[in-house]
């Protein structure tokens, strides 16, 4: 077996490996689109029959989460979108198949902390204070809907990539990944509604908090990709660039987010690539 072929085997199993982290519904999804891509529409069927596995066996919201992001990648391919547009939209349509109250139980976008409240114990035993542990419980709570959102986007893209492996021709490869300026409205107005003197209702502010949450994904791999194209220029920075990844602090993940933000508007890549010219 050739180097090669070894490695990209070893991406596949990568790419699998994190899309079952994020979820059953998201590997299930990329195994379905791509029975539903062929180039036989009877198999369509199919497809949706395997997508709906994960309802089976998770519960409704798993199951209509998988069937909807695989007819999205599906719907994708038959209409040749990039990679990153391809992600874009599946990642949409998955995140909205969630909302819906179709599960009395559901595993996505909500956590109560009386769920959570037998794992205080288990916390201070750690020797973490109970009430710190609490406050923990009730700011995921609060934050749920935002972090079920990241989760299923996360899932959603690691699917995409999953179905790139398996299939090796569909999406096609796109150009660099760099969200619109007028995506940047919405940190601005969830970061307004946080300073409105008037104080606007708590549902609208949990909205605000959630969604400025769910946004910081998108500008965290778009001021990550910022970071990678630096860390090229000089070398075995790539390597130190990876291992602050899994030693990311707050103060580095607001940076690398807040260059994703800046990079809309001064495209900092361009920049990078004319800077031997200039």
Not at 1 to 6: A, P, Q, V
Not at 151 to 165: D, E, K, N, P, T
Not at 171 to 199: D, E, H, T, Y
Request: with cysteine; proline share 8%.
């Amino acid at each position: 077996m050739s180097g090669k072929l070894r490695w990209r085997r070893w991406k596949t199993f990568a790419w699998g490996v994190l899309a079952l982290m994020m979820g059953l519904p998201f590997p299930t999804a990329a195994f379905a689109a791509g029975v539903m891509s062929g180039k036989k529409t009877a198999m369509i069927p199919l497809g949706v029959l395997v997508a709906a596995i994960p309802g089976f066996l998770v519960g409704p919201q798993a199951g209509l989460m998988s069937v909807v992001c695989a007819s999205a990648m599906a719907v994708c391919v038959r209409y040749r979108l990039d990679s990153h547009r391809t992600m874009a939209v599946v990642a949409a349509a998955t995140v909205l198949a969630a909302v819906p109250p179709v599960d009395r139980y559901p595993v996505f976008m909500q956590v109560k902390a009386e769920d959570l409240a037998p794992l205080v114990q288990v916390y201070s035993d750690m020797g973490i204070e109970p009430e710190a542990a609490r406050k923990v419980f009730s700011t995921m709570e609060y934050l749920a809907p935002g972090i079920g959102a990241v989760q299923i986007a996360l899932g959603s893209i690691a699917g995409v990539m999953l179905l790139s492996r398996i299939s090796g021709t569909y999406p096609r490869p796109s150009g660099k990944f760099m969200m619109g300026w007028q995506i940047a409205w919405v940190p601005i107005i969830c970061l307004a509604v946080r300073v409105i003197p008037a104080g606007p209702p708590e549902g609208i502010v949990r909205t605000a908090d959630n969604l400025l949450f769910f946004i910081a994904l998108p500008y965290f791999l778009e001021g990550w990709a910022v970071a990678r194209k630096w860390a090229a220029s000089f070398p075995g920075m790539t390597t130190v660039l990876l291992a602050a990844l899994f030693l990311m602090t707050p103060v580095l993940l607001a940076a690398v987010i807040l260059t994703g933000v800046l990079d809309t508007w001064f495209d900092f890549r361009k920049k990078l690539e004319n800077r031997p010219e200039g």
